[in-house]
């Protein structure tokens, strides 16, 4: 089993940045591809971005390029997406996900999910 924690979320005006991190506990962390999917209000869940189990190598939906950007900790079992030029469009409870590999995640195979963290960009 894959434990998943988000934090970092919260209120921010159109232009700002917040910065979101998931830490993973539990067996073999650094066997796994982690990443970000959001959920906006009325909308389906729609994946953000995905990093590989060592790192170097991330995908990014074509809505947040050049604006987020995910890292993994040397430890390899956090990650952080810095947000950047953040806009009303990006509200959404964001969910970390880890599984084992980058194309799962962006394909929508998630094992495990954390519980969520709401990002609210304000007009």
């Known amino acids: 089993q894959v434990r998943l924690v988000e934090s970092g979320g919260g209120l921010v005006q159109a232009g700002g940045s917040l910065r979101l991190s998931c830490a993973a506990s539990g067996r073999t962390v650094s066997d796994y591809a982690m990443g970000w999917y959001r959920q906006a209000p009325g909308k389906e869940r729609e994946f953000v971005v995905a990093?590989?189990?060592?790192?170097?190598?991330?995908y990014y939906a074509d809505s947040v390029k050049g604006r987020f950007t995910i890292s993994r900790g040397n430890a390899k079992n956090t990650v952080t997406l810095q947000m950047n030029s953040l806009k009303p469009e990006d509200t959404a409870v964001y969910y970390c996900a880890a599984d084992t590999n980058t194309l799962r995640l962006r394909s929508g195979v998630v094992a495990y999910w954390g519980q969520g963290t709401q990002v609210t960009v304000s007009s």
């Open positions: 990093i590989s189990r060592s790192g170097p190598i991330a």
